[in-house]
């Protein structure tokens, strides 16, 4: 077991309190390349760079004399010609009898080393990389906040255009493509829930000759002050917009062919009634249309078309709905 | 406001109407001093501390900027004199401590009366004429060591700070919070400490300073011992029979002996 000793597979050392060598085997002998003689009674600093030397006190001798043992240190020693010698090392305080001192067992370090110093470079890189990925995150994270907030404004834009497109830019009215839209929806509330509605469709008396007369900036003026009227008498839920020219519609929701008469009747009033501020009486003409079975967009605005005419024909400045005719 | 004393985690023990402060060297922190502390306790207002980035100090007051040279870690001494009111002040530091206490001095004399350096080094690398021990490729090796040995380093100084090594639970806690961030701390406290160059500053220290240094120390050759005695005004130069490099570890009953003869104590 002794002579086994000798010659096994690890380095073996004995040293003392002060790191003086009393015994050693072989195999470390042959690991840094001295004799037995050289070797034996010398301090272990004598193979020791000055950094291994200060690596040994401020770790080795505090680390041994706090916990008896020492585990996986790795250092290395200068060999006969003065090359490093990578090893680990598990040293462990020893006392028997009145003989006290450290066992040190060295294994090399030959490839593992090189795989230690792969790992350490590898990890350099990948923490360089880190770094490098967090800063351009920063960045993107800037860019995307930024893009967050055109992207708010382009929302609001959009929201103002989307309102522009279904306004009439003279008289802040819905304009002819938004009633038309909402017309076939309540068109297509009606095939499904059978909710009634009626149209109105109504036309400024005589408005060519206001033009003719007052010039068009009055002409504006009696169709901004036309749409005041039209928005005080209908409600929000009535769907009111410019058609084109001087003609106006309605859509009044739930309202039965009575209903929009009425509603129709009471408009007519309130326009023959308004203040124009022009010296010429301000009428309109009314048609309207109720939603019957097998109507589409087409034929009800045809039919409410169909009263108006009527309603002209018939003197103007009246109410005519297409059920009367 | 900084809270100075829990930042370099001060502790002041023992009776007495001067003080002596004890200033831990690299790689290690206050507890290191505990086999000398009960020799002045009762003669003394021992102040122990541990430097930014050592020990039990407030990892959070690491300022790489600050620390980047010793003048740093000698402000904060400065600072803790300060704060507990101190003058006349006996200094004992090891190794780089010595020349950061040295710096300290020569920026407020007034605070100290005796410097007491074991182990001492205005320079460790080698500069032509000049012996410091070591060579830049001696650092890098260094560097190197302490980074395959972190680890281990760091349980070390863990298990030191808690000095609590029968409750392995809590060192096991403290060793957690070594984390990459420390590695970096004691790369840098290294880096900073043999690299340093302090020789101009000796002409300017003025404090009474006694320099001990171990006979065969494996750290600092003895021409650095030499080098400061002659460079240093009132200096005295005691060289221990102790080898190595900590003889308030290893020789401690030496190093008070030395210490209480130059401070004239029975």
């Not at chain 2, 420390?182 to 404090?207: M, N, P």
């Not at chain 2, 006694?210 to 460079?231: A, N």
């Amino acid at each position: 077991m002794r002579e086994r000793l000798n010659t096994a597979p690890f380095g073996y050392l004995c040293i003392t309190n002060q790191g003086v060598i009393t015994e050693l085997n072989e195999t470390f002998c042959n690991m840094i390349g001295y004799t037995f003689e050289e070797l034996l009674d010398t301090h272990i600093e004598s193979v020791m760079s000055v950094s291994n030397k200060l690596l040994f006190h401020t770790y080795f001798y505090p680390f041994l004399h706090l916990n008896g043992h020492v585990e996986e240190m790795y250092l290395s020693l200068k060999d006969h010609e003065g090359k490093d010698v990578p090893l680990l090392l598990n040293a462990k305080y020893f006392k028997q009898d009145d003989v006290e001192g450290v066992d040190c067992v060295f294994m090399k370090m030959g490839k593992r080393i090189d795989y230690e110093q792969q790992i350490r470079s590898a990890k350099k890189h990948a923490e360089e990389a880190l770094r490098e990925k967090n800063l351009a995150l920063d960045k993107l994270e800037l860019l995307h906040n930024e893009i967050e907030k055109k992207q708010i404004q382009l929302m609001k834009l959009n929201t103002k255009l989307e309102k522009l497109s279904v306004t009439d830019s003279l008289t802040g009215l819905k304009n002819r493509r938004f009633f038309m839209e909402r017309l076939k929806e309540h068109i297509a509330l009606f095939q499904k829930n059978n909710m009634p509605f009626s149209l109105l469709i109504l036309d400024l008396d005589f408005f060519k000759k206001v033009n003719d007369t007052w010039g068009h900036l009055i002409g504006d003026h009696v169709l901004i002050k036309l749409a005041e009227v039209l928005n005080s008498t209908f409600k929000v839920e009535d769907i009111v917009a410019r058609f084109g020219g001087e003609e106006f519609v309605v859509l009044l929701p739930e309202a039965n062919k009575e209903r929009s008469k009425e509603k129709a009747e009471e408009l007519r009033r309130t326009v023959q009634s308004a203040e124009w501020r022009i010296d010429q009486i301000i009428t309109v003409s009314i048609g309207v249309a109720t939603m019957q079975n097998g109507d589409s967009d087409m034929t009800i605005m045809e039919n409410a078309d169909l009263a108006l005419y009527a309603s002209k024909e018939n003197g103007r400045n009246r109410v005519t709905h297409k059920d009367d005719l | 406001m900084t809270n100075v004393l829990a930042r370099n985690n001060v502790k002041v023990l023992g009776e007495g109407e001067k003080t002596i402060i004890f200033g831990h060297g690299f790689g290690c922190s206050q507890s290191m001093w505990r086999l000398m502390v009960p020799f002045f306790e009762s003669k003394f207002r021992v102040v122990l501390f541990d430097y930014v980035g050592s020990g039990k100090s407030d990892l959070t007051a690491y300022d790489p900027e600050k620390y980047n040279s010793l003048y740093g870690y000698a402000q904060d001494l400065i600072e803790i004199i300060e704060e507990l009111e101190l003058n006349n002040v006996i200094f004992v530091g090891h190794s780089v401590s010595s020349m950061i206490g040295m710096l300290a001095s020569i920026k407020h004399p007034d605070y100290f009366e005796s410097l007491i350096m074991i182990g001492p080094s205005p320079r460790y690398l080698n500069d032509e004429a000049y012996i410091g021990g070591f060579e830049v490729s001696d650092v890098t090796e260094l560097l190197d060591l302490m980074e395959m040995n972190f680890e281990g380093w760091a349980s070390f100084m863990s298990l030191l700070a808690m000095k609590n090594p029968e409750k392995p639970m809590l060192a096991q806690e403290l060793e957690k919070s070594f984390t990459a961030v420390d590695a970096e701390i004691t790369r840098q406290f290294a880096k900073v400490t043999f690299l340093s160059d302090h020789r101009e500053d000796l002409a300017h220290s003025t404090v009474p300073t006694l320099i001990i240094q171990c006979s065969d120390d494996s750290v600092v050759p003895i021409e650095v011992g030499e080098f400061l005695h002659s460079h240093l005004k009132n200096s005295t130069f005691r060289l221990m029979e102790a080898k190595g490099h900590y003889p308030h570890l290893s020789h401690h009953e030496e190093t008070v002996r030395l210490i209480n003869e130059y401070l004239l104590l029975p």
